[in-house]
């Protein structure tokens, strides 16, 4: 079966004891000290042994910043879906996005049904989990006209109001091994969750795969949209793993563990093994780009030009290099900016700017490394979108389509609103940030560059100054939008701080993007 293409996680998976409480949460956050992905927990409410996971998973969030964290697996008998996609979803706010959630049909019968769940044939099971699927989706999908209805043979919602939204897409991973389930998971899933101790061979794994490739295919996906992950009952050699990647599209790799000695061996030796396994065979494999530009181009917000000035020359000069000045040989692309201003405000002086070292002209880039820095273009990338979407909130105002307190509530779950304006140079509070768009972010990125290259110390310490200036600016617009209720005269001042905070972001995020996408690219963070 093919590589499908996902970037590498690592992860463990507790057992959630009662009697070892403490220990337990105390593993989860060494193994994100450690540095793994994820951490998740069994979930199994029948023993009393067991703590409840959705209370563990709430406590472990309050305790931790980075890593990610999931069940492994939610049985959905005992938890109505619609309640599931409430819980789920606001886990998910209050860690910021680090929540996915991961479902099996139950699987213990008789267990479930002691505790006043139905007791189910496993043909229900999966016809109920379906159910379940829709449900929660549609619970998650709050921008949809109207309420929840659902009327299937095991579930029923009669207008239930849909939201929260979650933080960011959570995934949707599913616990599967028959045939029914797996075509299941290829039609619907985010990922797919299998454990090694109960596939006694990958040629299992292998058939799983084709299954749920055809699904997808049949249902117009792409095979690629399911993230293959495994449950690893004992430690593999990083060749076996590498295989695994390699062969069979495994992307995440969770060891049942609960030993802190192996917890730190599997996060610090094993993964930076694996992964450089993997990206050398994709390194050799995959063809250097050399004249691609950049995605995030085509999809880059539209810059409102009318009434634009256009930049003085020198003005901006470290905003805008000359093409090639940075990553010489790099395919990610920074998105152009022409440079052009809305007002004559200046909330900092561009030609102070500092530079960082210019790179090596004869630098390579693997395809893992061209990623690194493609996906901080990505990420600003969204950003201006949504400085787009509030342009046109404002011309909706001042059109009378909407009203200010409308627009303040749109502007409210803006991410570069939510966040409290910390994205920039992938600073400390950075995984906060790209929670909707791509997978989390290491929050130790930003000190671990400025270690890995001291000479960038003046760049991040200036980009870090532009977030704050920057989040002034947001509560300025924020201000405005306010007085605008009670005085529609203030519609003026309103124009003139989105045009600032235009002015600002735009060229603060050309900044970032020249001087950063190569030393990440370069450096591998």
Wanted: contains cysteine; aromatic residues 4%; glycine residues 6%.
């Amino acid at each position: 079966m093919p590589d499908y293409g996902h970037d590498l996680l690592f992860s463990a998976n507790l057992v959630p004891s009662t009697q070892h409480a403490d220990a337990v949460v105390a593993l989860a956050q060494l193994a994100e000290r450690a540095g793994l992905d994820l951490v998740t927990f069994q979930d199994h409410p029948y023993q009393p042994t067991l703590l409840d996971t959705w209370t563990l998973l709430s406590y472990v969030a309050a305790s931790t910043e980075t890593i990610r964290l999931a069940g492994n697996v939610h049985p959905l008998p005992l938890r109505p879906p619609a309640m599931l996609a409430k819980a789920a979803a606001s886990l998910d706010i209050l860690s910021h996005g680090r929540f996915e959630l991961a479902l099996g049909t139950g699987g213990y019968w008789d267990a479930i049904a002691s505790m006043g769940a139905p007791h189910l044939t496993p043909r229900q099971a999966v016809d109920a989990l379906e159910e379940g699927v829709a449900i929660i989706r549609a619970a998650w999908d709050a921008d949809a006209p109207g309420g929840i209805h659902h009327q299937g043979e095991h579930y029923q919602v009669n207008g239930a109001e849909r939201g929260p939204r979650p933080a960011h897409d959570i995934g949707i991973w599913l616990g599967a091994y028959k045939p029914r389930m797996l075509r299941l998971t290829g039609r619907l899933a985010d990922g797919w969750l299998p454990s090694l101790p109960r596939y006694r061979s990958t040629d299992e794994i292998a058939e799983g795969n084709a299954i749920i490739d055809e699904a997808a295919a049949e249902a117009g996906r792409s095979p690629r949209d399911i993230r293959r992950l495994l449950n690893l009952g004992q430690e593999l050699p990083t060749d076996q793993l590498a295989e695994l990647a390699l062969t069979h599209g495994i992307s995440v790799f969770t060891l049942m563990v609960n030993d802190p000695h192996r917890i730190q061996r599997f996060a610090t030796e094993t993964a930076p093994e694996v992964r450089e396994l993997v990206a050398a065979e994709r390194a050799s494999t995959t063809p250097e780009p050399t004249d691609r530009v950049s995605t995030a181009t085509e999809h880059a917000a539209p810059k409102t030009t009318t009434g634009r000035q256009t930049a003085q020359p020198g003005t901006s000069p470290a905003s805008t290099p000359k093409p090639g000045t940075r990553g010489a040989e790099l395919a990610a692309t920074p998105t152009p900016y022409d440079g052009v201003r809305l007002t004559d405000i200046r909330v900092w002086d561009d030609s102070t700017r500092p530079t960082g070292p210019r790179p090596d002209p004869g630098r390579r880039y693997t395809p893992r490394e061209q990623a690194n820095g493609q996906h901080l273009i990505d990420v600003h990338d969204h950003l201006r979108s949504e400085l787009a979407q509030l342009r046109d909130l404002v011309d909706q105002v001042a059109a009378g389509t909407i009203d200010a307190s409308t627009a303040r509530s749109h502007i409210n779950t803006m991410t570069m609103r939510q966040n409290n304006w910390t994205l920039g140079a992938y600073c400390e509070s950075y995984c906060r940030l790209v929670t909707m768009h791509h997978s989390a972010e290491d929050a130790l990125v930003f000190p671990q560059l400025r270690r890995t290259d001291p000479r960038l110390a003046p760049v991040l310490d200036r980009l870090k100054e532009e977030h704050q200036a920057i989040h002034k600016v947001i509560e300025r617009v924020d201000r405005a939008l306010v007085a605008f209720v009670t005085d529609p005269g203030g519609l003026d001042d309103l124009r003139t701080t989105v045009d600032l905070l235009t002015d600002s972001l735009l060229s603060h995020l050309s900044y970032e993007e020249h001087e950063l996408v190569e030393p990440l690219a370069r450096h591998g963070l």
